[in-house]
Antibody
Framework: EVQVVESGGGLVQPGGSLRLSCAVSGTSATTYWVDWVRQAPGKGLVWVSRIHSDGRFAKYADSVKGRFTISRDNAKNPVYLQMDSLRAEDTAVYYC???????WGQGTLVTVSS | QAVLTQEPSLTVSPGGTVTLTCGSNTGAVTSGHYPYWFQQKPGQAPRTLIYDTTFKHSWTPARFSGSLIGDKAALTLSGAQPEDEADYYCMFVYGGLVVFGGGTKLTVL
């Protein structure tokens, strides 16, 4: 059974930083993408970033480019999302997902507020 | 950046059939966009129903199916159940970038 577990969320002041982790286990897929998707309170799903399972080919949404960095050392290590220069509009539940076929974690809440 | 358009809300009767669609402002949707469909219930994480246009996840009920209809991606629910009431999101991949639709609120009534 595939397990996806996010961690690292919390309360941070505007301009601050936070690092989220996504641990993946149990997948038999040899290649896949690890995506970060966020959902602000009462809003829809918004894609943030993705990285290939081998740790290469990172992609970012325009809204976070230059502020967020996704990384992974190798397929056995967690995927990290380093979030810098955080803004109030970054407040959301951040989900990690494995695509394909689409296994999701339960999410971690990030609140940016003074 | 592409914008995906979904019906904001739909209502289906128990046991009925409904089709949710997802179109793109960039043109016709193809299998090359790897269409995904997700279901999300209040307070829960999203759950993948369909990936790569037609493929079902291991937990996807048989009553859900994915397809391309005209120039859109489609999710068809045949034999709606009360537990299918939820928000449904489509997602496409464009040259490595990912875009979500705004979601459809499905009511089973």
């Amino acid at each position: 059974e595939v397990q996806v577990v996010e961690s690292g969320g919390g309360l941070v002041q505007p301009g601050g930083s936070l690092r989220l982790s996504c641990a993946v286990s149990g997948t038999s897929a040899t290649t896949y993408w690890v995506d970060w998707v966020r959902q602000a309170p009462g809003k829809g799903l918004v894609w943030v970033s993705r990285i290939h399972s081998d740790g290469r080919f990172a992609k970012y949404a325009d809204s976070v480019k230059g502020r967020f960095t996704i990384s992974r050392d190798n397929a056995k290590n967690p995927v990290y999302l380093q979030m810098d220069s955080l803004r109030a509009e970054d407040t959301a539940v951040y989900y990690c997902s494995i695509l394909p076929p689409g296994d999701w974690g339960q999410g971690t809440l990030v609140t940016v507020s003074s | 950046q592409a914008v995906l358009t979904q019906e904001p809300s739909l209502t289906v009767s128990p046991g009925g059939t409904v089709t949710l669609t997802c179109g793109s402002n960039t043109g016709a949707v193809t299998s090359g966009h790897y269409p995904y469909w997700f279901q999300q219930k209040p307070g829960q994480a999203p759950r993948t129903l369909i990936y790569d246009t037609t493929f079902k996840h291991s937990w996807t009920p048989a009553r859900f199916s994915g397809s391309l209809i005209g120039d859109k991606a489609a999710l068809t629910l045949s034999g709606a159940q009360p537990e299918d009431e939820a928000d449904y999101y489509c997602m496409f991949v464009y040259g490595g970038l990912v875009v979500f639709g705004g979601g459809t609120k499905l009511t089973v009534l």
